[in-house]
């Protein structure tokens, strides 16, 4: 059996990358080392995350509603697999003078200054974030050596930019590398609303609002649709679009290794199980370490290729938490996102702590219900370094749900006696059972050093790897982290382009 | 895998193995810094130095060199993945010339492998290389141990150096071939010896611990009392590397760890170092690269010129027809043994292939008044100096 592609991973983007290449004809192979695909969004295995020896339904990473790129969405025509049309979901900043509730561009429960002020800061924003997004949809420009195709794409970016206006344009420049927490208490003051925007800029990575660069992160959420789907209708139309183009999805197959002919071309990839698949074309949706220094191998790299690798930043600290509960919490609407980050200095504090090994002493989170037979409060908990004081114990694994159940009975009263049972993925988890190194869901840190044409390092961010055929498509790509869908969009996009060329 | 790292040295140059008798030599003390060691530039005239490389034998204390070991069951292959050359074909106890280049092609720096044994090699080189290792070995199976400051290292030079060498107890030497390696015992020590070195002359370093040093200093200079040996700074192996056509990193090219501005690093093609690289070998760094450099032809090439008359021509601009500004020189000698007028100089590439009317203009200071002339250069073979004495073996006794 010959393919014309082989995408490696069928997480969301290689997912997107096998229906794209599906779309342009190609017979496409898409292998992946679990039970199940998704990734991250993926259903979970059983027991997962209920420590040693424990049972449980399974804790799924991506538990939220997400939604893809638009561009993604209407690309693949998804709404023809029953991508239905989304829902909009508020979230409910807990404080402790009454929560806050903030829709797009909202704020229900501040003062109607505040309000104004948040109204105004959202539409700043979404402006500024409006030239990012022009970006997000393509191969990054090219550090040196634009082609003719490059430099009229970077001319219109030019424009566009341009358009912003002298004080949009200002402004843009003046955020962009600067800090969230000045952002916020300058435009907000602080507050549950402040606290709850710097939660969500900071979300996944090992940066503290007060980080430099942490704007951009914000920037780049608020680019994305303000819409959500649950994760199982999001994958299940992506399977369909993989399928009805003819892509084959194989599961439980592990790839080993790379193969990289005498001609320095990818030529298909080799199963831990020793199965070979061969294709001229390979996408790798896993970390840029793994497939660099695992898959392909430093046999096949320049020396500078194997230290960016290594050094990429790719610290997780976030830890996900299911909660199983007797009873709903009736402070928290169904469909609603509860974050309890009081303040601006409680997600800082938060990161202090996980910034030097230690757990947080209140952890901040994010926590929405799972309905079912047994109703679940999904929590994601950050400030959670990768391995406190070295490794994980059960000790510390109970320190951490102790503490993040604490946090959540102050903004849901009572919630503590209703908690049937735990369980827990910390980063150390998610690094060991999704291959992520340091656990982190955005396949590296989301930071100015790692973003655009830097995305994941230099030489390899525009998709393709230094040998022919071989390209990276996951969140470790441009645009990047989150669930977008943009690195599979856009790496299969590479792909097709430079076969063009070659024929 | 962990590198050792040197210990920090005293503030200031440190004092070499051979310090104190080439103190007791230096009457110029002349010093300079070479890799934070003490070494001398002249010790008596810069022209007895120069010729005792030509007529007799000379010492020259080589210690300062960045010297690596790379050992273990991948040594092979880190080294033939650092250097461009293909190391497989290097038997243990053979040296080789090579370069080793960054992901972009660029030169990062020269220097000389000895392959020790199957699983063991040393690196000698002018720039400190140890984290570039350490990149380079990550994932093999190897130690990469920095020896610069456990190994003293002396550079024996010059016609009558292999009798020099056999008059100090080292029976045999002369039956070593060019880029041989062999060990001696004398007295209590250890000596590997190589026959390689930077005059293009017969000649041999020798390797040793540093409580050997002055013990084999004082060997080699009663051996060489009849044969003219003599203690050399580095301003005549200067010369004598010029005539010999040997290249100079930070003089002729920036290593690419090296330069700031971009467009300064500088390829194997352009340093007419083609023969250093084998395409043809599996992936090394810089590979890929160098492979789509290969197929295009260098902006510009590093030559030997030839110019009339006896100015030597210091930092001098080339000309063509005597008008368009083609290249500059980066290393001048009026060469005194083959009498003729040199300079390393960088070319653009369309005279380089041209080669014809060719000019530079020459800068020259009589009693604080600057003259300028031009003179005529061609480009000639790079190495001018060219002596069957550097591979006749065994070499003539004396």
């Not at chain 2, 002729?252 to 043809?280: C, K």
């Not at chain 2, 008359?309 to 083959?338: C, I, M, N, Q």
């Not at chain 2, 003259?371 to 065994?394: C, H, K, L, Q, Y």
Request: positive net charge; charged residues 20%.
């Amino acid at each position: 059996m010959s393919w014309d592609a082989i995408v490696v991973g069928a997480g969301h983007n290689g997912l997107v990358a096998a229906a794209r290449l599906g779309q342009a004809g190609r017979r496409v192979l898409l292998l992946e080392a679990l039970e199940g695909p998704g990734g991250l969004l993926g259903a979970p295995a059983a027991g997962q995350g209920a420590g040693s020896g424990g049972t449980g339904p399974g804790v799924r990473i991506a538990a939220q509603p997400t939604w893809l790129n638009p561009i993604v969405t209407m690309g693949l025509g998804l709404d023809r697999y029953g991508l239905g049309p989304g829902v909009a979901q508020p979230t409910r900043a807990w404080g402790p003078d009454g929560p806050v509730t903030l829709t797009a561009g909202s704020a229900l429960g501040v003062a109607p200054e505040t309000a104004a002020a948040y109204a105004a800061l959202h539409a700043r924003l979404r402006r500024l974030a409006g030239p990012l997004a022009r970006f997000m949809g393509r191969t990054p420009p090219p550090l040196n050596g634009a082609g003719a195709g490059d430099l009229l794409a970077l001319a219109l970016d030019g424009l566009a930019l341009r358009r912003l206006g002298r004080a949009d344009m200002r402004e843009l420049l003046r955020i962009l590398l600067s800090n969230v927490w000045d952002l916020l208490e300058d435009s907000l003051g602080d507050g549950p609303l402040a606290g709850a925007l710097a939660f969500d800029a900071t979300l996944g990575g090992a940066m503290g609002p007060r980080s430099p660069g942490t704007v951009l992160p914000l920037l780049y959420r608020l680019a994305g649709a303000p819409r959500g789907a649950d994760p199982e209708i999001l994958i299940g139309a992506l399977l369909k679009a993989v399928a009805a183009t003819g892509g084959v999805l194989r599961c439980g197959a592990p790839v080993a290794r790379i193969l990289v002919g005498d001609n320095d071309r990818a030529e298909g990839v080799q199963l831990e199980s020793g199965e070979e698949f061969r294709a001229p074309l390979v996408l790798s949706n896993l970390h840029p370490r793994r497939t660099l220094t695992g898959l392909l191998g430093v046999a096949h790299l320049d020396a500078e290729d194997v230290r960016r690798a290594r050094l990429m930043a790719t610290r997780g600290m976030a830890a996900r938490i299911d909660l199983r509960l007797a009873t709903l919490p009736e402070a928290l609407p169904a469909g609603t996102r509860l974050v309890v980050a009081p303040r601006l200095g409680a997600v800082e504090a938060a990161f202090d702590g996980a910034k030097y090994g230690g757990l947080p002493e209140r952890p901040v989170l994010e926590a929405v219900l799972v309905p079912g037979a047994v109703p679940r409060l999904a929590v994601t908990a950050t400030f959670v370094p990768h391995a406190p004081a070295g490794s994980w114990t059960g000790k510390s694994r109970g320190t951490l749900e102790t503490r993040v159940v604490a946090a959540l009975d102050e903004a849901l009263p009572g919630l503590r006696s209703e908690v049937t049972g735990i369980e827990t993925m910390t980063p150390d988890d998610i690094e060991a059972r999704y291959g992520l190194p340091g656990g982190h869901w955005h396949h590296g840190e989301f930071r100015t050093d790692q973003m655009l044409m830097l995305r994941p390092f230099a030489r390899v961010a525009r998709y393709r790897l230094p040998v022919a055929g071989l390209y990276l498509c996951g969140a470790g790509s441009h645009p990047g982290g989150d669930i977008t869908g943009l690195p599979g969009w856009n790496a299969a996009g590479q792909a097709l382009k430079d076969e063009g060329k070659r024929r | 895998m962990t590198p050792a790292i040197r210990q920090p040295e005293p503030l200031g140059l440190v004092p070499g193995p051979f310090h104190d008798r080439i103190a007791a030599l230096n009457r110029q003390q002349g010093w300079t810094g070479w890799m934070g060691h003490a070494s001398p530039t002249v010790l008596d005239t810069v022209e007895f130095e120069y010729f005792a490389i030509r007529n007799g034998t000379t010492l020259f204390d080589i210690s300062p060199m960045n010297k690596y070991r790379i050992a273990g069951p991948d040594a092979e292959a880190v080294v033939n993945r650092l250097v461009t050359r293909d190391i497989r074909k290097l038997k243990p106890g053979r040296v080789a010339y090579a370069i080793w280049c960054n992901a972009e092609g660029n030169v990062v720096d020269d220097g000389t492998v000895f392959r020790l044994a199957p699983n063991e090699f040393r690196l000698c080189c002018q720039e400190p290389q140890l984290g570039w290792l350490d990149d380079v070995a990550w994932g093999y199976d190897v130690t990469i141990t920095d020896d610069s400051a456990a190994i003293a290292a002396l550079a024996v030079q010059g016609p009558t150096s292999c009798a020099v060498l056999k008059a100090a107890g080292l029976a045999g030497v002369e039956e070593l071939k060019p880029f041989d390696i062999r060990s001696f015992r004398v007295e209590t020590h250890d000596i590997m010896v190589s026959r390689t070195g930077f005059t293009g002359d017969l000649g041999y370093e020798l390797w040793m611990a540093p409580g050997a040093a002055l013990g084999l200093w004082d060997r080699l200079m009663e051996a060489g009392r009849v044969r003219g040996i003599r203690a050399i700074g580095y301003a005549a192996v200067e010369m004598a590397r010029i005539e010999a056509g040997f290249l100079l990193p930070r003089v002729d090219f920036l290593s690419s760890q090296t330069h700031l501005r971009p467009g300064r690093a500088r390829n194997p093609y352009e340093l007419g170092l083609d023969w250093l690289v084998a395409l043809d070998k599996p992936h090394f760094n810089g590979r890929r690269a160098l492979l789509a450099l290969s197929r295009q032809r260098p902006a510009r090439r590093l030559v030997t010129i030839e110019i009339d008359r006896d100015k030597p021509a210091h930092h001098a601009f080339v000309y063509h027809r005597k008008r368009r500004e083609v290249g500059f020189v980066t290393s001048a000698l009026w060469s005194p043994t083959v009498k003729r007028n040199i300079a390393c100089a960088w070319i653009e590439a369309p005279w380089v292939q041209d080669g014809g009317d060719l000019w530079v203009e020459i800068y020259r200071q009589r009693e604080l008044t600057w003259n300028r002339r031009m003179a005529r250069a061609r480009i000639v073979e790079r190495r001018v100096f060219d002596s069957a004495r550097r591979r006749a073996t065994p070499p003539a006794d004396f």
